[in-house]
């Protein structure tokens, strides 16, 4: 560890940290509760992300009333809080208690692929739950291969590097070079993939919940590169704290072909598909439709008239 975090102006970065890693030794459904909780008041105080939260429900789910997507957003709300609270237990827990807590769905499907040395990437879009499935599936599955982001607060991007790495995950900078990532994959190393995030105009526009969409197209090329079969995987809460599924869903096919916009927009029904069977633990607070195609105007308020409205 570099011993600049421990210098004083870091010491409330650390004393939260403690308090995450104190609160992953709770009970399992004390943390739900206590995140639903947390989750239900966020939901009102948190003006602007509520905001995006509807109106990408107005956009996804046109049949549904005003109503119903309201109530919508204060389950979203209420399972952002779960991921929120049981973010220490994915920093503290050992194999054993992961074991108890997350449920591996048709896990026969990842299984097979590893044990005859198939090159893979597995494919998990933004769902709350996607943190504890993470290392779920490095503790109890295959260790994984991590594209990251550097995170601002350097005591919390040390501890979220530190965790994710505990069980013998390989971290990647998105910075990084590329050959490095694809020899990770040939020497068998599952690449955990989160494919679902507004990339600005680097993206190539497809259709998601119906609206053109900037998307990353890197998944074919990725799969080309490395000779790799891509399996989605869904991460879902249960209800009342029973815990976590993760589900190995069948591989994208045919993937990938020789049309890149046409594998990009297979991935994105492929999420489309699981957002429907768990509308309110996808990741609605994200800006996901903030890049527009050329003459295509803004589909949400700049952030200068959204905080004028609080």
């Known amino acids: 560890m570099d011993r600049r975090l421990l210098s004083p102006r870091h010491w409330p970065s650390w004393l939260l940290v403690g308090g995450f ?34 109106r990408n429900l107005a956009l996804c789910f046109p049949d549904l009333t005003d109503r119903a997507r309201r109530g919508l957003a204060v389950w979203h709300f209420g399972y952002l809080g779960v991921a929120v609270c049981t973010q220490g237990l994915v920093w503290v827990s050992s194999r054993r208690r992961l074991e108890r807590i997350v449920k591996l769905r048709h896990r026969e499907r990842v299984d097979e692929p590893l044990r005859n040395r198939r090159n893979l990437i597995v494919m998990v879009p933004h ?12 503790a109890l599955v295959h260790p994984g291969l991590y594209m990251y982001q550097k995170i601002r607060n350097p005591v919390i ?8 790495s505990r069980f013998g995950a390989v971290s990647i900078e998105r910075s990084d070079d590329l050959r490095r990532m694809v020899r990770e994959i040939h020497k068998g190393t599952p690449l955990f993939y ?11 526009f497809v259709p998601f919940c119906g609206t053109p ?30 815990g976590l599924e993760l589900i190995f869903d069948p591989p994208l096919d045919p993937f990938p072909t ?8 297979l991935m994105n029904r492929t999420i489309e598909a699981r957002i429907r069977t768990t509308p309110e633990q996808y990741f609605w607070v ?17 952030r200068r008239r959204a905080g004028r409205k609080i």
């Open 213 to 242: 969409t900037a998307t990353v197209p890197m998944l074919s090329r990725f799969a080309r590169l490395s000779k790799a079969q891509v399996i989605p995987v869904h991460t879902r809460y249960l209800p009342w704290g029973r």
């Open 127 to 138: 769902f709350v739950g996607l943190e504890l499935g993470g290392a779920a599936f490095t």
């Open 286 to 302: 994200h800006r996901r439709f903030k890049t527009r195609p050329p003459g295509e105007p803004p589909i949400y308020p700049s």
């Open 157 to 164: 991007d040390h501890q979220m590097h530190r965790s994710r």
């Open 194 to 204: 989160l494919p679902d995030q507004d990339p600005g105009r680097r993206g190539i």
């Open 258 to 265: 020789a049309d890149q916009a046409a594998d990009t927009a």
């Open 21 to 54: 890693c104190l609160s992953g030794f709770l009970p399992f459904p004390l943390l739900w509760a206590l995140g639903m909780g947390i989750g239900y008041v966020g939901y009102f105080l948190a003006g602007a992300r509520r905001r995006v939260a509807l």
